[in-house]
């Protein structure tokens, strides 16, 4: 049996909720589908998209949920378009404390134990740091306290003038890279909260992450590396994000995990050592 709920009241939770047509096109042209595409994609008619882009028709539950699918929208906002369109939200968003989440905290707990001596971290969708193995202190302890105040944002304290950046020896080419990241996630969601934090590290002092990204690499790298000096010896990692293959929960939807792994035989050999391996 299908839900419905009042939208004024649904409203008053998830803040100002705009009609479900607008929502729709926005997230239809931020994928740069036409409503052909789209329609052919999900199997409606043409018309009948128009009619819900434009509010003519009031889409059901079950036409919410099939768009949103095909046009990639997180979960978070697929809520959002629930919501407007009259309907009561699907997804949870579990704490990673309640007992629901042994399982999933099992699992990260398990890869990041597994990926040492190498650095491994866990972020939500902000790169906010949800949990780290041991290994991931190689970084941690070169920050002051200040930036290791929870929430403590891997970006902020990589990229911040105060934080690893000054260890950084090619920030420039490396920042380039994850401010464009940020961006395109920013493209992907749509999240203002996400788009602050772009802008904060855009900003940050120091070489234009825009000018140096327009720049192609001249170098043999497969990858952009993080090139790091950590006690007089230089480091260079690489690194890999593994996400849930089937979530249907927020808050797993929006874990991520960053292994990092050396891209030498000097840095593996030192953080063996250092890890008394």
Do not use: C
């Not at 699992?107 to 990041?112: E, I, P, T, Y």
Request: no cysteine; aromatic share 8%.
């Amino acid at each position: 049996m299908t839900t419905t709920a009042h939208p004024e009241t649904l409203s008053s939770s998830y803040g100002d909720v705009r009609p479900i047509g607008e929502q729709l096109r926005a997230w239809r042209q931020r994928r740069r589908l036409s409503q052909l595409e789209l329609a052919s994609e999900a199997d409606v008619s043409t018309r009948h998209l128009s009619f819900v882009e434009t509010g003519r028709s009031a889409p059901s539950r079950e036409m919410v949920l099939r768009l949103a699918e095909h046009l990639d929208v997180p979960l978070r906002d697929r809520n959002l378009l629930l919501v407007a369109a009259g309907f009561a939200p699907v997804y949870a968003e579990t704490p990673m404390e309640e007992p629901r989440m042994d399982a999933v905290r099992g699992a990260l707990r398990q890869v990041l134990d597994g990926h040492q001596p190498y650095p491994a971290v866990v972020v939500d969708r902000f790169w906010n740091l949800v949990d780290a193995n041991d290994a991931a202190s190689i970084f941690t302890d070169l920050a002051p306290p200040h930036l290791l105040e929870p929430p403590l944002n891997v970006l902020r304290l990589s990229m911040h003038p105060d934080g690893i950046a000054k260890y950084i020896l090619n920030l420039g080419e490396w920042r380039a890279h994850m401010v464009d990241r940020v961006r395109r996630h920013v493209a992907l969601t749509a999240d203002p909260a996400l788009e602050r934090l772009y802008k904060e590290l855009r900003d940050f002092p120091g070489s234009d992450p825009l000018e140096e990204a327009a720049v192609p690499s001249t170098g043999h790298d497969v990858f952009v590396p993080l090139r790091i000096r950590v006690d007089g010896t230089d480091l260079s990692f690489f690194s890999t994000i593994a996400t849930f293959g089937t979530p249907v929960d927020i808050t797993v939807a929006e874990l991520a995990i960053e292994s990092f792994y050396p891209a030498d035989a000097a840095t593996s050999d030192y953080l063996r050592s250092r890890a008394g391996w």
